[in-house]
């Protein structure tokens, strides 16, 4: 917790000559700084509005990619037969909103797996899934390929979280392209609208694991905390790879992943946190925390939306291997016609050389 003592003149001393709190003394909890952040005016939305996000996205993409592939139509009218502007029209299709993120959710999947290759600290690996999933809440997939940006995600995600490597030896690591990788920073960073700092559930996790010590103090086992808390940290940025991270704050998918790490600890630390030892009964003693302007939190409340939380978390981001290569050939074929046409004439070439019958020498 933080407090936040404003107008600190004349403050009102106790009997015991200890200075008292002021008439605006008010403690933020690490929630309250989060709503005051950046990452929640520009990151935080309903599900409804997540999806409106997408879907505009999406359409303004896909009116693009039509748009172009009309010209390229229009541009070779006396060159094209019927069957190949059949084939334009049928295979280089633009992907919906649904599809772009499944190829969202795969890229993020390998961002994270070159990021910890790299043996990148916890926290620039989940920066580096931040960025890139907010980066195609910006952009389409169709207009910029996510294995473009999957480099400079994390090179960028190394600069804020102040680890320093520089260019040439990042690219050495990951045998990148140095132009690529510089190529989309800035328009990364347009993107993230320059706003850099996340908060991501690590930190509340390392609060949590401390108060349920305190708490639960004689009744947990230390060294089964500590298991629990590599696995939470584990499971935390699997979180990241999921919308979890824009409906729920921070300490919300902590607790969540607690829950689903151990639901029988969490829920007696929250039920002892809130509601003391007996949780069917109020006292004089929680008006008098409400009096002094302590936080007040609805265990019900609370206990709906972290399992709301664990829901969605649990819920899998995976994508089929066929059914990626589908998308993905798709939107190559969307974005390279020409390619698709070379790709028919060489199988139709190929076809017809299958068809003719090889001639056996006359044997005497």
Same mark, same amino acid.
């Given at each position: 917790?933080?407090?936040?003592?404003?107008?600190?003149?004349?403050?009102?001393?106790?009997?015991?000559?200890?200075?008292?709190?002021?008439?605006?003394?008010?403690?933020?909890?690490?929630?309250?700084?989060?709503?005051?952040?950046?990452?929640?005016?520009?990151?935080?939305?309903?599900?409804?509005?997540?999806?409106?996000?997408?879907?505009?996205?999406?359409?303004?993409?896909?009116?693009?990619?039509?748009?172009?592939?009309?010209?390229?139509?229009?541009?070779?009218?006396?060159?094209?037969?019927?069957?190949?502007?059949?084939?334009?029209?049928?295979?280089?299709?633009?992907?919906?909103?649904?599809?772009?993120?499944?190829?969202?959710?795969?890229?993020?999947?390998?961002?994270?797996?070159?990021?910890?290759?790299?043996?990148?600290?916890?926290?620039?690996?989940?920066?580096?899934?931040?960025?890139?999933?907010?980066?195609?809440? $910006?952009?389409?997939?169709?207009?910029?390929?996510?294995?473009?940006?999957?480099?400079?995600?994390?090179?960028?995600?190394?600069?804020?979280?102040?680890?320093?490597?520089?260019?040439?030896?990042?690219?050495?690591?990951?045998?990148?392209?140095? $132009?690529?990788?510089?190529?989309?920073?800035?328009?990364?960073?347009?993107?993230?609208?320059?706003?850099?700092?996340?908060?991501?559930?690590?930190?509340?996790?390392?609060?949590?694991?401390?108060?349920?010590?305190?708490?639960?103090?004689?009744?947990?086992?230390?060294?089964?905390?500590?298991?629990?808390?590599?696995?939470?940290?584990?499971?935390?940025?699997?979180?990241?790879?999921?919308?979890?991270?824009?409906?729920?704050?921070?300490?919300?998918?902590?607790?969540?992943?607690?829950?689903?790490?151990? $639901?029988?600890?969490?829920?007696?630390?929250?039920?002892?946190?809130?509601?003391?030892?007996?949780?069917?009964?109020?006292?004089?003693?929680?008006?008098?925390?409400?009096?002094?302007?302590?936080?007040?939190?609805?265990?019900?409340?609370?206990?709906?939306?972290?399992?709301?939380?664990?829901?969605?978390?649990?819920?899998?981001?995976?994508?089929?291997?066929?059914?990626?290569?589908?998308?993905?050939?798709?939107?190559?074929?969307?974005?390279?016609?020409?390619?698709?046409?070379?790709?028919?004439?060489?199988?139709?070439?190929?076809?017809?050389?299958?068809?003719?019958?090889?001639?056996?020498?006359?044997?005497?």
């Amino acid at each position: 917790m933080t407090t936040v003592q404003a107008n600190a003149v004349n403050i009102p001393s106790s009997k015991k000559g200890i200075p008292g709190k002021p008439p605006n003394y008010k403690r933020l909890s690490d929630d309250d700084l989060f709503r005051h952040s950046s990452q929640y005016r520009f990151w935080s939305f309903t599900p409804e509005q997540l999806e409106q996000r997408r879907t505009e996205v999406n359409a303004q993409a896909v009116q693009s990619i039509e748009q172009d592939l009309r010209n390229f139509i229009d541009a070779r009218s006396t060159e094209l037969n019927e069957e190949e502007i059949r084939t334009i029209e049928n295979r280089a299709v633009p992907v919906n909103m649904e599809e772009e993120l499944k190829l969202v959710n795969l890229y993020a999947k390998k961002v994270q797996t070159i990021a910890q290759r790299l043996n990148l600290p916890t926290e620039i690996v989940a920066t580096s899934i931040t960025f890139f999933r907010r980066f195609y809440l $910006e952009n389409s997939v169709m207009k910029i390929e996510p294995k473009a940006i999957v480099l400079t995600t994390i090179f960028l995600a190394c600069k804020s979280e102040n680890y320093f490597i520089g260019i040439d030896s990042f690219c050495e690591k990951t045998r990148g392209d140095k $132009e690529q990788v510089l190529k989309y920073e800035f328009p990364l960073l347009e993107s993230l609208k320059f706003s850099l700092l996340s908060h991501h559930p690590y930190r509340p996790l390392h609060g949590f694991f401390l108060d349920i010590q305190a708490v639960l103090h004689g009744k947990v086992d230390l060294s089964y905390m500590g298991h629990i808390y590599d696995r939470c940290k584990k499971r935390i940025t699997d979180a990241l790879l999921t919308d979890a991270v824009y409906f729920y704050s921070p300490p919300q998918v902590t607790l969540a992943v607690l829950m689903l790490e151990d $639901e029988a600890l969490t829920t007696r630390y929250l039920e002892l946190k809130f509601h003391g030892n007996d949780t069917n009964q109020g006292n004089a003693e929680d008006e008098a925390s409400r009096g002094n302007g302590n936080v007040t939190i609805q265990l019900d409340k609370l206990m709906k939306i972290v399992t709301n939380c664990s829901k969605l978390i649990e819920k899998p981001t995976t994508v089929p291997v066929e059914e990626a290569k589908s998308i993905a050939a798709r939107l190559y074929f969307c974005q390279n016609p020409d390619d698709l046409l070379k790709k028919m004439k060489k199988r139709k070439a190929d076809e017809q050389d299958s068809s003719v019958p090889v001639k056996k020498p006359k044997t005497e």
